[in-house]
């Protein structure tokens, strides 16, 4: 898959994310994952796990105000080791969603492991910004 093929299927993929976070939030790592997710056109709920709470306290609030969520967090072991914590505390809300962590891992996991890395690879991939949802331009990126 070359570079351009990379960011066209990211792109659909952020696409589609973007429709689904208007129901359901987005859960990361942190503050600078979320403002990644915010360059890029999301604009639904994006919740950083580490807002000064603890694991257990922040997954009840999640489970007392959401039915379902998209858990996204890095590839790294850091994020490998949160996403089975917080996926072990939120059982049967986040499962539907998974795909979409995978299939962004698959695409960007030779030049990134993070979430806040996406608008920079979108960037040198595409050779210009890339934004999703309802503003972008639609002649192009």
């Known amino acids: 898959m070359n570079d351009f093929e990379r960011v066209e299927r990211l792109k659909e993929v952020f696409e589609v994310l973007y429709e689904i976070n208007k129901r359901a939030p987005i859960i990361v790592e942190g503050k600078r994952d979320a403002m990644a997710l ?51 505390h939120l059982k ?31 960037e040198r991939l595409a050779e210009k910004e890339v934004k999703v949802g309802e503003d972008e331009d639609k002649e192009g990126f």
């Not at 986040?94 to 920079?120: H, M, N, V």
């Open 38 to 88: 915010r360059k890029i056109g999301l604009i639904g709920d994006i919740i950083a796990i580490h807002a000064g709470k603890g694991m257990y306290e922040f997954c009840e609030d999640i489970a007392q105000r959401f039915s379902k969520i998209i858990l996204l967090t890095d590839w790294d072991k850091k994020g490998e080791n949160l996403h089975k914590n917080v996926s072990r």
């Open 92 to 122: 049967g809300m986040w499962e539907e969603f998974s795909p979409f962590r995978e299939i962004i891992k698959i695409l960007c996991q030779k030049d990134i492991k993070d979430i806040e890395g996406i608008p920079a690879l979108f």
